[in-house]
């Protein structure tokens, strides 16, 4: 994304964008340590049954909020209302 940045034919797209920081990367370090602590829970835990049912079900629910973030970048890449309109 930096290099994109510096490049100049991109300069009104991210002219209204500010550089990403950590905190947008937060959701992301959460779905990471929360898949972690499953997978040791699940791992060290005798009693697997409603404890891997959940764990599977929180990994579907985390995998549709990516599918839904990813589906939403994409449309904002595609659409023209980022563009400038001298109207």
């Known amino acids: 994304m930096c290099r994109a940045r510096l490049d100049g034919a991109n300069e009104q797209f991210f002219r209204s964008l ?36 959940l764990t599977l079900l929180m990994m579907i629910g985390l995998v549709v909020y990516q599918f839904q973030k ?7 890449s595609l659409s023209d209302d980022w563009v400038e309109r001298s109207d």
């Open 18 to 53: 500010a550089p990403a920081t950590i905190k947008e990367f937060y959701p992301a370090i959460a779905m990471v340590v929360a898949v972690g602590i499953a997978g040791v829970y699940l791992i060290t835990s005798k009693n697997i049954g409603v404890p891997a049912l």
């Open 70 to 76: 990813a589906a939403s970048f994409w449309e904002r």
